[in-house]
């Protein structure tokens, strides 16, 4: 049997960053919800919280596989990473490599990166967007989920 690993659960917290140009980086945390910031606009829709939440956002951090995760791997088992919730349309790149992503902002959804993930210095890469989303509430924007 081989076995599998799920390096989703150690990519939440800090460690990474984010921007909405590609630019300008900041530091956050994940979940992160870049929307809520603000600015509130009195001329919005109430239903969505007067909040700017249409646009698009971009995450990236480094990571290194631990050694218990490098010798799984080695021995056949593949490497998944896992997002609890990504509003919304994300692309994921791992390592330069387009991993794949997912249609819809409400729901988790998992990738196989075997092929992609280094044992050190990899690079993550998350793009979405809200620009072609329609929410009768407020539907967030970013990463507003576990890794």
């Known amino acids: 049997m081989l076995a599998s690993l799920l390096l989703a659960a150690s990519l939440s917290g800090a460690g990474w960053e984010f921007s909405k140009d590609a630019t300008n ?14 600015p509130f606009d ?22 290194d596989l631990t050694k218990a995760e490098r010798a799984r791997i080695a021995d056949g ?7 609890d ?28 990166v075997t092929a992609a993930v280094k044992e050190t210095d990899n690079f993550l890469e998350v793009a979405c967007t809200t620009k072609d989303h329609a929410s009768r ?6 990463i507003y989920r576990n890794v």
């Open 25 to 38: 980086w900041t530091a956050v945390t994940v979940p992160h919800d870049w929307a809520i910031a603000g």
């Open 137 to 142: 509430r407020y539907p967030g924007a970013g």
């Open 77 to 83: 088992g593949r490497a998944y990473l896992d997002f």
């Open 42 to 63: 009195p001329k919005m829709s109430g239903w969505q919280g007067k909040l700017p939440w249409k646009g698009e956002g971009r995450y990236r951090r480094h990571f």
């Open 85 to 112: 919730g990504v509003m919304a349309s994300p692309r994921v790149r791992l390592n330069g490599t387009d991993v794949g992503g997912w249609d819809y902002g409400y729901m988790s959804f998992t990738l196989d």
